[in-house]
């Protein structure tokens, strides 16, 4: 099965949250509860809050 690619730019902590997502179903049950914690604060960090 192919898989279309894109290319974007990105910054440092917008490609570090996709390694995290992909390697997130890899991790179970051994670093899975540590990694979704993980994965919720980067994205927490990640959305623009209003001030």
Same mark, same amino acid.
């Given at each position: 099965?192919?898989?279309?690619?894109?290319?974007?730019?990105?910054?440092?902590?917008?490609?570090?949250?996709?390694? =995290? $997502?992909?390697?997130?179903?890899?991790?179970?049950?051994?670093?899975?509860? #540590? =990694? $979704?914690?993980?994965?919720?604060?980067?994205?927490?960090?990640?959305?623009? #809050?209003?001030?």
């Amino acid at each position: 099965m192919s898989q279309e690619t894109i290319t974007m730019e990105l910054t440092v902590e917008e490609a570090e949250f996709i390694s =995290l $997502l992909r390697n997130y179903n890899k991790s179970y049950p051994n670093g899975y509860p #540590q =990694l $979704l914690w993980e994965l919720q604060e980067m994205f927490d960090d990640l959305l623009r #809050q209003p001030e």
